[in-house]
């Protein structure tokens, strides 16, 4: 039961709006008549937008006329006064601010029907029924105080849940199914959708998303009966139908994304952006599942606003959740509107206007955001909500849940961890009660918690654990989950490029997210310099892990043990008849069961040298799984996922998901100082701390976007002097090797636009660059093991040159060796051979297209020429890496590399 009832009733034509405050009784107390006209423009955006105006005015606070009082250390004082005295009014307030005993404000607002006609249309600031409804449920009423040095309503107990007309007493049938549910035990079932539309970028969802379930694991599923399934990169119309059908519905929708007045934003079937409107979500989740949830929590975070950053006292302000420092970074000041632009719905951020349309729609109970709130706040307050909801004993109000769990965050935040004007962000929406009651017992989801069978991978390693920090990648994850993991898609994906960018991690990132979806998990992972996996040991392993774990395949065995995946020789089945058996088996095992085969930096299994591009496996064997794999397992729920340095000849020619990997992006690279937890400590110094700060920068300077240096950085990030010393080594290493973070805002918009065809060629540009000055640098030292590791660095420059069109800085290079004094070490053959590659590399002849590898979702035409235009056809860099292969092998001896080396080691 409600102890007060605040009435708004809107007047558009009039321009003002009336509140009727009512006790539990319904019988009034106070009225109230707010003329809109009475108040400037900047008092209404204060309240209305708050989150913009804390970023435009709170600065100006403390050398104001109260500065040194509260208002100076907290941005909503001033607003909070204005809405207690003249939007509230003084008795109103008083009334409500008569107690510290918790006591609930019902905001009753009328439906949103469009009454009467827009009002001063000539005048231009029209302001029509609708509009106000709206404004004033984004009103955060909690702030509202009587004078600066008076506490707000939020920390005078006041909880605040806001209905409309139609919706008060709720949807009976609705309420019915809520009640039933709680007494049949049935699992609690949560679904956690992470919507990341083409080009919104929400950097830190994986983050609310890893600290939610985290808090599932340890604290809710262990001792209640609850269930949670995730939704994450690339969540269209289709794979939230078909999760929400699997399921049978869901009683619990966390959706985190961006959301406008009535619509949130998924991904096109098509690739672009989707807008669903909530009608269509609640219909979608009905036809579906076949009832609507019970409870809505939505969160819209901040952390797109990373998308155009491209300085770096933007960023350090933005990863710092600070207010942007340049007057363009926060469009329509509030002093340069009008006031109908100012209460327009359609202009806020937030999830006010999606929560209304979802309470119309028949959800009982909705959670949301009045305003886009910073990523920490949204994490811990998701955090507190369902563990005061969820996992407490107290078996709290949802309502209830939110106040608590906002003074939670309120009592364990720092000034750096969250903003002020993030506290007035909740809202609550809809009936009153405990809607979600799930039985104390262990839910069965804890035994699935982890992909099986474990150990991942035998022989002890943990490298396709889940990571704790892992940033980025989306639009390689999108690619597997719409793509790679959809019904009709390739069975087989890769992850190629250069050491060092993270291939292994985004493996392990995509068992984390979608093991429940197979029955097992196999891994398989070829450590550099050891001997490469046979194909013999492969099966003789699979079978291994299959008939101590899968009770279909031990069952198969049992009645044919001609079908065992592995099979010994024998007189009767020997040589290719023998592989090809063993193939066939493992074959109609992935089709009898949904598994996950990861094979991981399995370069190692192919021949050292065979082009830069695509390379034969040394096992033909090898090859011929891998092409049967990719031929025959689309059709099944079987996947296989492998990384490497190359891409596998076998694969050229079958379906093949094929994801070339880059650097992260500079905010990417910046959300990875955020969260590690000696880099963030550094980079929430205080604001005096010039050295931190610096070193900040430098972190990100020099790593440019390499996961494997930022990690590596991090390490000694405790020790200041060792990491500027190291840094030091690493700006003298690599200052040339990757243009400059942050480039002019025309450059980056020109990348942008060219971004998807020359991701690849970036990454081949910088490894080109790397090991041509590798080369040069032990090549000119003269010395007989400096010599045997130029020949290695020397063969990868040639590939890497070449595949990325920059062959004019390998032949610079050639050209000094041929006119500097003569090396006593190079024959006449020698530098016959040095001048063939010089002229190659300088005046590379033409010569017929080579077709590119197919991969599944075949380029635009037009950016297929930009391609052809840019660098060589693969056929081209094939036979130019070899003839340059054979004259860094003349200039060194013969003697060249492992290719199983890691590339630090060089």
Known sequence: MHDFELVVIPDPQKRLVRLRLFDQHE???????????????????????????????????GDGEHAGSASAVDPLAEPGVFLGQHILGREITTILDQSIQRRTLLLRLPDLERVGPPINASAGDVVDHDILVAAFARIPWEIARLELDHKPLMERNVVVRTVTDSTKSGDPLVLATAEKMALSKEPVRVLAVFAEAPGSRPLAMRLERENLFCLFEREILPKRRVEIDVLCHGVTRTILRERIKAAGGYHLVHWSGHGHHDGLELCGEDGGRDRITSRELIELLVTAGGFVPQLFFLSACLSGTFAGTHDWTTLYARLRDQVATRPDELDDCPGGQSLAEIVDPERAAGHTGTAMALLRSGVPQVVAMRYSVGDRYARKLAWWFYKRLLADNSKTTTADALFLARGDVRQESEAADVLPVDHANPI????????????????????????????????????????????????????????????????????????????????????????????????????????????????????????????????????????????????????????????????????????????????????????????????????????????????????????????FAALASTTCLSLPLRPLREVEAGLYLRNDPQLSKLLYAPENDTEARALIQRVLRVSRGRPLVLEHLADLAGDRPALARELDQWQ?????????????????????????????????????????????RLYNSRDTTARRAAAEAGRRAVACSLRAGESERLGSAIDRSLTGPADPALSTADLAMLARLLKVATNRPSEPEHAAPPEHAAPQPDRAAARRTREPSIGAVHVYSKQGVGVIEHMTGGTVFSNNRNDDDT
């Open 27 to 61: 019988r009034p107390l106070a009225v109230q008549r707010i003329r809109l006209d009475d108040y400037s423009l900047d008092e209404w955006a204060a309240l209305l937008d708050t989150w913009r105006y804390v970023q435009h005015y709170a600065g100006r606070v």
């Open 732 to 776: 003298d290493r690599d200052a040339d090797a990757l243009p400059e973070l942050f480039a002019s805002e025309a450059e980056v918009n020109r990348q942008a636009e060219t971004r998807d065809e020359q991701d690849n060629q970036e990454i081949w540009r910088f490894y080109s660059q790397h090991y041509s000055a590798e080369f040069e």
């Open 428 to 647: 609550m929406l809809g009936q009153p009660g405990r809607l979600l009651a799930p039985a104390t017992i262990r839910s069965e989801q804890m035994h699935r918690l982890r992909p099986r069978p474990e150990p991942l991978i035998l022989g002890g390693s943990r490298v396709l654990d889940r990571r704790e920090l892992f940033v980025g990648r989306s639009r390689e994850l999108t690619r597997l989950n719409q793509l790679w993991l959809g019904a009709d898609g390739p069975a087989v994906a890769i992850l190629h490029g250069p050491d060092g960018l993270g291939k292994t991690s985004i493996a392990a990132e995509a068992i984390h997210l979608w093991h429940r979806q197979f029955d097992w998990v196999v891994g398989f992972r070829a450590e550099p310099g050891a001997t490469p996996l046979s194909i013999d040991d492969f099966y003789r392993q699979m079978a291994s892990r299959l008939e101590f774990n899968s009770k279909p395949y031990q069952e198969t065995c049992e009645r044919r043990p001609g079908r065992r995946i592995y099979l010994e020789p024998d007189k009767g089945l020997r040589g290719p008849e023998r592989y090809q058996q063993m193939r066939t088996n493992l074959v109609e095992a992935l089709r009898d069961e949904a598994i996950l085969l990861v094979l991981d930096n399995f370069e190692t299994i192919l021949e050292p040298v065979s082009g830069p591009d695509e390379r034969a496996s040394i096992d033909p064997n090898w090859d011929e799984l891998l092409a049967v794999l990719g031929e025959e397992l689309s059709d099944t729920r079987s996947r296989v996922l492998l990384t490497s340095r190359y891409r």
